[in-house]
C-alpha cells in the first residue's frame, strides 16, 4: 500500500483527539509529525492534550510546539466546548516521551524538505503555525502537496454568525495559507455539523470500556450538552473530516471555489468568503470547499477506528 505522508496540526481539543485517534488506524496514512497550536485552549494545554493523546493510543510520533498566540488578533479559547483543559476536563495519564522544543515551523519544514513534495498537512486549528513556516521558509509553498483543513465555512458561522472559530481565531493566518498556492481542501461548517456522531452512538462506543473509547465518551460529554443547546443533531466530530477526506475521500462530495478571508471587517472579520453562488467571480479558484458527507458511512468509520484500539 503506498501510504500518504501526512502532518496533524492542531488546537488539541476534544475533536480533535477524535481526529488523531482516527488517523492512528488508518493504514494508509502515514504520520510524520504533529505540530500544537494555540486555539481551543492555551498552547501550554494543547501541546501537552497532544503527547497526551499519542501516549493514550500508542502513537509514537514526535510532538512540536508552536504558536501561543494568533499573529495579530487576542487569542480566544473554548472553554465552553473543550473545558478548560481542552479534553473535556478529563485527566489523562501524562506522557513519558520527551518534549520536543524544536518550534513547530521548523520541524514541519525539515518534515516537508525529507517527504519530497508528497507531504500533506491536515490543520485542524487556527492556522497560524502555518503561515508562521510560510512566511519563515517561502520555499514551503513549493514542498507541500495539499492542505487539508477544518475551518470556515461557505455559509454561516459558529463563533459568530459570520465565522468559524478556527479562521476567526487568526484570520490573517488563515488568509495568508488560503493564498500560498498550494492547494487546499476546506472542510467547513457546511460538512462539518453534519458529520456528527448521535449521542447513542456515543454512549456506545464509550460502552466498549478500552481506554481509548471511555477517554472518546468522557472528553465530549460536555460538547455532546453544547451540541444540544444549539440543537445540533449530535456530536459533531469537525476535525476527524479532513482526515476521512483523505483517508476515504468517496465519503464526501463538494466544488472547487476561490475562498478570501475577511481580515478588516468588523461585524464579519473571519468569513471565508467564497464564490461557490455568486458566478465563480474569483479568478484563483484553488480550494476544494467540502459540503456533503454520508452520515452514516462517517459515523461507521469512526466507531470502526476507535474501536479498532
Ligand atoms: O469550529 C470548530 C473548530 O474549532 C474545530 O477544529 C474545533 O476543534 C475548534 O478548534
Ligand atoms: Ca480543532
Redesign the pocket.
Known amino acids: 500500500m503506498n501510504r500518504i505522508p501526512i502532518w496533524f496540526d492542531t488546537?488539541l481539543?476534544v475533536?480533535?483527539a477524535v481526529a488523531l485517534l482516527s488517523i492512528g488506524k488508518l493504514p494508509n496514512l502515514d504520520l510524520r509529525g504533529i505540530s500544537a497550536v494555540a486555539?481551543?485552549a492555551e498552547l501550554c494545554r494543547t501541546f501537552e492534550n497532544a503527547r497526551n493523546v499519542c501516549h493514550l493510543a500508542g502513537i509514537h510520533v514526535p510532538v512540536y510546539p508552536g504558536a501561543e498566540h494568533p499573529l495579530f488578533v487576542p487569542l480566544h479559547t473554548?472553554p465552553l466546548v473543550h473545558g478548560e483543559n481542552g479534553v473535556g476536563e478529563v485527566e489523562l495519564p501524562p506522557s513519558p516521551a520527551p518534549k520536543e522544543t524544536k518550534p513547530a515551523w521548523d520541524a514541519l519544514y525539515e518534515a516537508a524538505k525529507a517527504a519530497e513534495g508528497e507531504l500533506q498537512v491536515i490543520a485542524?486549528?487556527p492556522l497560524t503555525n502555518l503561515a508562521i513556516a510560510f512566511g519563515k521558509y517561502p520555499e514551503l509553498k513549493t514542498l507541500l502537496k495539499r492542505i487539508l483543513i477544518?475551518g470556515g465555512a461557505a455559509k454561516g458561522g459558529?463563533v459568530t454568525p459570520a465565522a468559524?472559530?478556527?479562521i476567526y481565531g487568526d484570520p490573517h493566518a488563515a488568509q495568508m495559507v488560503f493564498r500560498a498556492g498550494v492547494p487546499v481542501v476546506m472542510c467547513g461548517l457546511d460538512v462539518t455539523m453534519k458529520a456528527y456522531l448521535t449521542p447513542a452512538e456515543v454512549d456506545e462506543i464509550g460502552g466498549r470500556g478500552t481506554p481509548v473509547c471511555r477517554f472518546f465518551h468522557d472528553s465530549n460529554q460536555l460538547a455532546l450538552k453544547f451540541f444540544e443547546r444549539i440543537t445540533a443533531p449530535g456530536l459533531c466530530c469537525?476535525?476527524t473530516c479532513p482526515v476521512l477526506f483523505l483517508s476515504c475521500p468517496e465519503l464526501f462530495s463538494g466544488e472547487e471555489a476561490g475562498v478570501y478571508v475577511e481580515t478588516r471587517g468588523t461585524v464579519t472579520l473571519g468569513k471565508t468568503v467564497t464564490d461557490l453562488w455568486s458566478d465563480k467571480q474569483f479568478a484563483d479558484r484553488h480550494v476544494f470547499v467540502v459540503l456533503d458527507v454520508d452520515r452514516n458511512r462517517f459515523a461507521a468509520k469512526v466507531r470502526e477506528l476507535l474501536l479498532a484500539y
Request: hydrophobic share 25%; aromatic share 6%; charged share 30%.
Open positions: 488546537d481539543g475533536d480533535d486555539g481551543n473554548a485542524v486549528g477544518m459558529n468559524e472559530f478556527n469537525h476535525d
